[in-house]
């Protein structure tokens, strides 16, 4: 099946209730909005200047994948709307490509919920500093990238654009949520990470960390929204070339971030032009993700 052509940004004659990094969500009706996924690509908190061709369509159509298996764990925001029924006109719909979706309008929760199977990124840095992570102690002595006894629930806050997401301890997450609500949330994201990492592995990927994000509807039952176990929202690593104490080469926009580590910027807007080979070989990782996972 054929990629659309890059998006970089949509524009569809429904309101506008936000455009965000990657997503431009529109309003549908009462209960619905439409959520386009984007070829944007975000690094450091900065929007990228050059679109990922087809990265949406990927990310779309891997979180559609997740949400189909977990749906048995926990309800989620996909609706029985179909999109032509929302894009009209047809010319819309295709240049749209499988990057949108309609959704159930849910109250989302002021909190990201992350998990980490693995110890990196601000996890490893936070491990350094204190022999621990998100206040939750590890043993002393694990090296960079080395699987933890368990997985650990880590939240941050969520942060404007622009802004960075602040990592918080679980007692500040009850502060949030409440209790009961907080330790639904805790224990339902390790089940879905447990389970899910799991199935990659089988199919030579290591989710190292992800990201969940929760919503309430209106009886106060709990939903996975946003987008589920994708590369932009998980670490993803090849199983077959994970050593710990490096940082392993990855699925996701890993890479471009350590492009850009490279680079005299000072992760402030605007972000620098990505040379041609970066976005390529950016584009194909995302889609060696998606084939690996869904044997699509």
């Known amino acids: 099946m054929s990629e659309s052509p890059a998006l970089y940004q949509s524009d569809l004659p429904l309101p506008l209730i936000s455009r965000g990094k990657v997503r431009d969500i529109y309003d549908v009706d009462a209960d619905h909005m439409l959520i386009v ?77 992350i998990v980490r199977g693995y110890l990196i990124g601000s996890g490893w840095k936070d491990y350094q500093q204190t022999g621990a992570v998100c206040g939750i102690p590890l043993p002393q002595g694990l090296r960079l ?30 502060d949030l949520l409440g209790q009961e609500l907080a330790e639904q949330v805790r224990d339902i994201s390790l089940k879905i990470y447990s389970e899910s990492a799991a199935y990659a592995l089988e199919r030579g990927i290591i989710i190292a960390d992800t990201k969940f994000e929760f919503g309430l509807d209106d009886d106060g039952t709990l939903h996975l929204i946003d987008e589920v176990l994708t590369p932009d929202s998980s670490r993803f690593w090849p199983a077959d070339q994970y050593r710990p104490g490096i940082s392993p080469p990855s699925f996701d926009k890993q890479f471009v971030r350590d492009y850009l580590e490279t680079l005299d910027w000072d992760k402030t807007p605007p972000g620098p032009e990505l040379p041609a080979e970066i976005i390529a070989k950016t584009a194909e990782k995302y889609r060696e993700a998606e084939r690996r996972l869904t044997g699509r």
Request: net charge negative; hydrophobic share 45%.
């Open 145 to 174: 990238a080395d699987k933890l006894p368990e997985a650990i629930f880590t939240p941050s806050t969520k942060a404007a654009i622009g802004e960075h997401d602040e990592n918080i301890d679980f007692a500040s997450t009850v």
């Open 37 to 113: 996924t984007t070829d944007r690509l975000s690094a450091f908190d900065v929007v990228l200047p050059q679109p990922i061709p087809g990265k949406g369509e990927v990310l779309t159509r891997v979180a559609n994948f997740w949400f189909g298996r977990t749906r048995d764990l926990i309800a989620n925001h996909l609706s029985d709307v179909p999109l032509d029924a929302v894009v009209t006109d047809p010319a819309q719909r295709a240049r749209l490509g499988d990057r949108a979706i309609v959704v159930k309008k849910l109250k989302p929760l002021p909190v990201e919920a």
